[in-house]
């Protein structure tokens, strides 16, 4: 009752409603309202409209969900963006027309005598439906200027206008180039994890004893000697699960970092959850933690999608402070720029590197040349130098510093645009050393690993038929071949190094 009392009151714009005050004209609402219910073309026409709203708003929530908006022009996605609520208003304001179109006869016929005016009412009826010709008429431009951005988006940049799908080159898993003497093996298979994220290896110390940590999508192993000595399953599947530091006095837990359907969350070495954080109406691209105030206890960057922008959580979860942003991709808390201080950093929807303090005040903002989206810490130019970015974009994987400065870039043909880059450093120091790269294509179930000598040259690439986030160097005697995992999906693959590498 109260939406009609709300709804109507526009009815006093009517010809037939001129002179009729505001309390009768709720009367004759009133007085008619279950013949208006009644009419089939009422609901249809309510109905139809809310359906198109609907699926107007699903269509632009496209952009933000898995269709690769950040190769669309920032000029196009704002006109778009304004075209799609020019759109949305315009078919509002059609729905009352329609609903008055049909409720005028009613109304009309409600009326008190004398005012009733026939031919008045049937002259008003054919401008009423005239001008719902014209609005819609008038929404065909922007309608059109929506649907063709939307096919714009789901183009792959790299094949002109074909849609976007997985290359041929990942079509079939083979070693692209081999390296005498590397071995390949299974090292460790438990379908339970789910898709392995993050693997840890701790040395003794007195916080907790030696021990590997295997973090996946659905639980944990804890390992000692290779051998599985304690799984940990999560109540509920994850999306990209770390093993982090929850105090200075020895306490640890998981992080999962969300995704665009999915809370963050963090939860204890049991696997209980301590608290998540709400993805929102916009959906958390990403969330990293690191202690940032130096008071032993991590923060947490969380990053989010469309215009989420960036929040930053205490250890309870409670939100420090917010700043806006477009699309934050990814984020990371590290000391990226020798400060001796973590910092926050992060990409967004330009494709800029943005370091900011503990406050969130902007200490820099750079624009690298390829763009920068997903990308991960490394340690550069050997395993103890201080933190810098890997990205891999444009078939090369490119190492910046913080203020965008290209530290080194390698070859890796194949490897598109689409995939998220890890790397380390697997082998010694100086003509030794040798950068492992795994490019992970979630979406296509394929992953690509690179190595590099200290050259530059590629020395190994094998494709994968199978999708493995995560890449890591197995503890090993000086005197032992050099060794790294592959984490994929519920198992880990060794591969070995050749003696020649392995000093």
């Not at 908006?69 to 075209?83: C, E, K």
């Not at 991960?376 to 974009?393: F, G, T």
Request: a positive charge; aromatic letters at 10%.
């Amino acid at each position: 009752m109260r939406l009609l009392d709300s709804l109507y009151p526009r009815l006093s714009h009517l010809p037939e409603f001129a002179g009729i005050g505001k309390s009768e004209r709720k009367r004759i609402v009133r007085s008619c309202r279950w013949k208006i219910f009644r009419h089939w073309q009422y609901w249809v026409s309510s109905i139809a409209v809310f359906l198109f709203i609907v699926i107007l708003y699903l269509v632009i929530a496209l952009w933000y969900v898995n269709l690769n908006a950040r190769f669309l022009s920032l000029p196009l996605i704002s006109i778009s963006a304004f075209m799609s609520l020019l759109l949305i208003l315009a078919f509002v304001y059609l729905a009352q027309q329609i609903k008055i179109y049909y409720l005028a006869p009613y109304l009309v016929q409600a009326m008190p005598d004398g005012i009733n005016d026939t031919n008045s009412h049937t002259n008003n009826q054919q401008l009423r439906k005239r001008t719902i010709k014209k609005g819609l008429l008038y929404s065909i431009p922007p309608l059109i200027l929506v649907f063709a951005c939307v096919a714009i988006a789901i183009q792959n940049p790299d094949k002109g206008c074909a849609t976007l799908k997985m290359p041929e080159e990942l079509n079939t898993a083979r070693v692209v180039k081999n390296l005498p003497g590397m071995t390949k093996k299974l090292f460790l298979e438990d379908k339970r994890l789910g898709v392995i994220t993050d693997i840890v290896f701790h040395n003794s110390s007195n916080e907790r004893p030696k021990a590997t940590v295997i973090a996946g999508t659905m639980g944990a192993l804890f390992t000692d000697t290779g051998l599985p000595a304690n799984f940990v399953p999560f109540e509920k599947r994850q999306n990209d699960v770390n093993f982090i530091k929850l105090s200075s006095q020895g306490v640890y837990g998981f992080m999962n970092r969300g995704a665009w359907c999915s809370d963050a969350r963090v939860m204890d070495e049991t696997g209980k959850e301590i608290w998540s954080y709400a993805a929102g109406d916009n959906g958390i691209d990403d969330m990293a933690a690191g202690d940032i105030d130096g008071d032993g206890l991590p923060e947490y960057a969380v990053g989010f999608n469309g215009g989420g922008g960036i929040h930053l959580l205490n250890n309870q979860g409670k939100k420090l402070w917010e700043f806006r942003d477009g699309n934050v991709w990814h984020v990371e808390i590290a000391d990226v720029d020798d400060s001796g201080q973590k910092r926050i950093v992060h990409s967004n929807a330009g494709g800029k590197i943005t370091v900011r303090d503990k406050s969130g005040k902007i200490i820099s903002k750079t624009n690298p040349k390829p763009y920068f989206s997903h990308f991960s810490i490394i340690r550069w130019p050997d395993s103890s130098a201080h933190e810098h970015l890997l990205l891999a974009e444009d078939n090369t994987i490119w190492i910046f510093d913080s203020s965008a400065n290209v530290l080194a870039k390698f070859a890796a043909p194949g490897s598109g645009s689409l995939g998220k880059g890890k790397g380390i450093i697997i082998s010694g120091d100086g003509e030794n050393r040798v950068l492992a790269t795994i490019i992970d294509y979630e979406n296509w179930h394929r992953s690509i690993i690179y190595l590099h000598d200290s050259a530059g040259n590629l020395i190994y690439q094998e494709i994968l038929s199978e999708s493995c986030p995560t890449i890591s160097a197995l503890p090993t005697d000086r005197a032992e071949p050099k060794r790294l995992v592959l984490g994929c999906e519920g198992r880990l693959i060794e591969y070995k190094f050749p003696v020649t590498l392995a000093q």
